[in-house]
Nanobody
Framework: QVQVVESGGGLVQPGGSLRLSCTTS????????VGWFRQAPGKEREAISC????????YYAGSVKGRFTISFDKAKNTVYLEMNSLKAEDTAVYYC?????????????????????WGQGTQVTVSP
């Protein structure tokens, strides 16, 4: 059974940094797209970044561009989201998800409906 697991969330002060990890059992992420999403209470799910490991696309939402960096460690089969200069408005549950090769992650967008394996989420709280 495929499992997607996020880790690395926590409480951080404004201006601080966190690194989220996304790993899976049962999937070789070399052949998938991986997306990061977040959802704050009372708000819609937001696609914030993705990496298309087969099509080479990288995407960042405007709200995180320049502050967040997505990367893929092939040896560890793990996708990371490095988050810097964190703001209070970054507070949310962060989810990682995988999509089949060629789907989900594009140059200008990340389509959440294309992702079919989702993790349980990890809480990120940015507060003094």
């Amino acid at each position: 059974q495929v499992q997607v697991v996020e880790s690395g969330g926590g409480l951080v002060q404004p201006g601080g940094s966190l690194r989220l990890s996304c790993t899976t059992s049962g999937l070789d992420l070399n052949y998938y797209a991986v997306g990061w999403f977040r959802q704050a209470p009372g708000k819609e799910r937001e696609a914030i970044s993705c990496i298309g490991n087969t099509n080479g696309y990288l995407y960042y939402a405007g709200s995180v561009k320049g502050r967040f960096t997505i990367s893929f460690d092939k040896a560890k089969n793990t996708v990371y989201l490095e988050m810097n200069s964190l703001k209070a408005e970054d507070t949310a549950v962060y989810y990682c998800a995988s999509a089949q090769a060629g789907y989900g992650c594009y140059a200008q967008t990340s389509v959440w409906r294309d992702y079919n394996q989702w993790g349980q989420g990890t809480q990120v709280t940015v507060s003094p």
